[in-house]
């Protein structure tokens, strides 16, 4: 996992990494204080009509203790492809 040490708002307005695990495709965004950060990250899955802009105050008020991933799985948040049936 690639985590980026550069947080700001405003990078949650930006496209997501995608990360292809069989025939899912994987939206996230990464954070953290540190690009080798050890300690166990906080994941937070976006849900219907959100998207990682609504986590801003989560994430800033997160990173002090923690790495932050951000996840968009199929059909979730602003991942458009369908999840299978």
Not at 16 to 45: E, I, K, M, N, T
Not at 71 to 79: K, R
Request: include cysteine; hydrophobic fraction near 40%; aromatic fraction near 8%.
């Amino acid at each position: 996992m690639h985590y980026r040490t550069d947080y700001c708002a405003a990078q949650l307005n930006e496209a997501p990494q995608v990360l292809q695990l069989g025939d899912l495709r994987l939206h996230y965004q990464a954070f953290a204080l540190r690009s080798h950060d050890p300690r166990p990250p906080v994941l937070l899955l976006g849900g219907a009509f959100q998207s990682f802009r609504s986590f801003a105050a989560e994430v800033s008020e997160l990173l002090a203790d923690h790495p932050v991933i951000l996840l968009d799985l199929p059909s979730q948040g602003s991942n458009l492809q369908l999840a299978p049936t």
